[in-house]
């Protein structure tokens, strides 16, 4: 055990050491990326933006001031063409789109999603709360009536005709008829 927990350290030492290592030179890396950008930054101020000299006197700040408005008022014109050429351009992508929906017979359809509902439910939501319809198969179904069947164990149970008509000859016979019947 003493042997492997030594190794066990000394491997998290290691890890440790090329942890700190791999972060310094990220530290490093990180620093020359910002000074590139920097510099970058700067050549493309120095290119593009010539440096601003004040005049002293109040004409030439006036006529400075002339001259950026007039090339702001040239880049914002220039900008809202641009804007209308894209409105443009997308008004015409839309109706083409449309276009070639109309000719293939095709509408953009949403993808459908499975929905459990009852027969009840889906013809409620499809006619209104106002109907009352009921697709319970069930309760519609004709309920056997408990006097059927006793008839028919009736009928099941007199047995042999013959005898059924002799006790029903007769005077008797009639008799027996009528209390059952009331």
Not at 58 to 65: D, I, R, Y
Not at 100 to 106: A, H, N, P, S
Not at 147 to 158: A, F, G, M, P, Q
Request: glycine share 4%.
């Amino acid at each position: 055990m003493g042997d492997e927990e030594k190794r066990n350290r000394a491997i998290t030492a290691r890890r440790q050491h090329l942890k700190s290592v791999m972060l310094q030179i990220a530290a490093t890396e990180l620093e020359k990326e910002e000074g590139r950008r920097e510099a970058e930054k700067q050549n493309y101020l120095s290119e593009h933006c010539p440096p601003l000299h004040l005049p002293g006197s109040m004409s030439e700040v006036q006529e400075l001031c002339r001259q950026l408005h007039a090339k702001i008022d040239a880049a914002e014109e220039e900008k809202y063409d641009m804007e209308v050429r894209v409105q443009k351009s997308t008004k015409e992508l839309e109706d083409m789109n449309q276009k070639l929906f109309d000719l293939r017979g095709k509408f953009k359809r949403p993808p459908l999603r499975r929905v459990r509902m009852s027969a009840d439910a889906m013809l409620k939501a499809l006619l209104g709360s106002k109907h009352k319809v009921c697709m319970d198969l069930r309760a519609n179904l004709k309920q056997v009536k408990k006097e059927d069947t006793e008839k028919e164990r009736d009928l099941r149970d007199v047995g042999d005709w013959r005898k059924n008509i002799e006790e029903k000859s007769g005077m008797e016979g009639r008799k027996k008829m009528f209390e059952t019947e009331s």
